[in-house]
């Protein structure tokens, strides 16, 4: 499943919110499951000199090596099967990196809870 990255700022901290690429955040979501009531996205401005490494709005998710935290939504990490495979950008626009949810959660040990917005029943 595709992954996207999402950087989030609350009083002056910020922190990653990796969630399915089709999904939108849902803020509500994420101020309630953080308890950060002030939780809003941030802009790329404020981010952009956070990830040197990267190319504008391409960095990969892990926001342990950049000292943030990591929130993923739990339709990434659901797999029964344990195979369940994340792909994510790998610094650019062009190049991604395709892993084990399993091996993604070791490395970077992120907090799963509900941050997507969820699709209306048809």
Do not use: C, W
């Not at 709005?57 to 935290?69: D, I, Q, V």
């Amino acid at each position: 499943m595709m992954a996207k990255t999402i950087i989030v700022e609350s009083d002056g901290q910020f922190m990653m919110v990796v969630l399915p690429a089709p999904r939108q955040v849902d803020m509500s979501a994420v101020r309630l499951s953080l308890d950060q009531p002030r939780a809003r996205l941030a802009t790329e401005a404020e981010f952009n000199s956070l990830f040197p490494d990267s190319e504008t709005g391409a960095m990969p998710p892990f926001g342990n090596l950049y000292g943030m935290a990591v929130y993923v939504d739990p339709e990434l990490a659901h797999d029964p099967s344990g195979e369940n495979e994340i792909v994510f950008n790998a610094g650019t626009h062009r190049e991604t990196i395709r892993m084990n949810f399993s091996d993604f959660r070791r490395l970077v040990s992120p907090m799963v809870m509900p941050l997507a917005a969820r699709a209306l029943a048809a």
